[in-house]
């Protein structure tokens, strides 16, 4: 059973169109990572927020974390090829082990 | 490029076999973790070592094992493989006391087949 919900699990889109990936629990988190992975590499850190209802923005992807730290969203804007990839959810519970509880995985494909 | 190396970079076994798997952490990382990564599913945490001991582990059996070094590098070892060890393993190096809260940087994987 995963701590950590994402959807959806595949998304099929066509250039310039926006999305929204949502990463759900019924956990409390201290803080969520979101990833993105290419295939044969390790996942790589897009973003980390911490605070509830936080916002951030990263050009044309903007994150959100929920106000009771539950749950979190990525929205890209106007996506583009390059936007290609696996986005992965991750949340540490706040132990000291630093253990990341990751989510499946969204696997996003943009067609030119 | 996170500056986390992992090797090799594929590997074939056969069922029962053992598996050393190595990874070499950022310079002054004194915490690392190791993931498991099935096909179509998300990392899960196997341990974590902090200056060379074990700092917790998640729901993994003991034949995986680990080992850290002075010198930033870890070992994954795996005995008795199993088909469902087939995966992408991944490392991941933090800095800090306890690599609460601390940015892991993850390495590129090493993928596992066990036949």
């Known amino acids: 059973t995963q701590l950590l919900e994402q959807s959806p699990q595949f998304l099929s889109i066509q250039e310039g169109e926006n999305l929204t990936v949502y990463c759900n629990s019924s956990?409390?988190?201290?803080?969520l990572q979101w990833y993105r992975q290419e295939p044969g590499e390790g996942p790589v850190l897009l973003v980390t927020?911490?605070?509830?209802?936080e916002v951030k923005k990263l050009k044309r992807l903007t994150f959100q974390f929920g106000d009771a730290r539950k749950d979190s969203s990525l929205h890209i804007t106007a996506a583009q090829p390059g936007d290609t990839g696996l986005y992965l959810c991750?949340?540490?519970?706040?132990?000291?082990?630093?253990?990341?509880?990751f989510g499946r995985g969204t696997q996003l494909t943009v067609w030119p | 490029e996170t500056g986390v190396t992992q090797s090799p970079t594929h590997l074939i076994k056969t069922r029962g076999q053992q598996v050393t798997l190595r990874c070499s952490s950022q310079?002054?990382?004194?915490?690392v973790s190791w993931y498991q990564q099935a096909l179509g599913q998300g990392p899960q945490f196997i341990f974590q070592?902090?200056?060379?001991?074990?700092?917790g582990r998640g729901n993994f059996p003991p034949r995986f094992s680990g080992l850290q070094f002075p010198n930033y590098s870890s070992e994954l070892n795996v005995n008795a493989l199993e088909l469902d060890d087939s995966a992408l393993y991944l490392c991941?190096?933090?800095?800090?006391?306890?690599?609460?809260?601390?940015?892991?940087?993850f390495g590129p994987g090493t993928r596992l087949t066990v036949l």
């Open positions: 991941a190096s933090s800095q800090g006391t306890s690599g609460r809260t601390d940015t892991q940087y």
């Open positions: 956990s409390v988190f201290s803080s």
């Open positions: 927020v911490v605070t509830g209802g």
């Open positions: 991750a949340g540490d519970r706040g132990s000291t082990l630093g253990r990341l509880y």
């Open positions: 310079s002054g990382h004194n915490t």
């Open positions: 070592y902090y200056r060379e001991e074990e700092n």
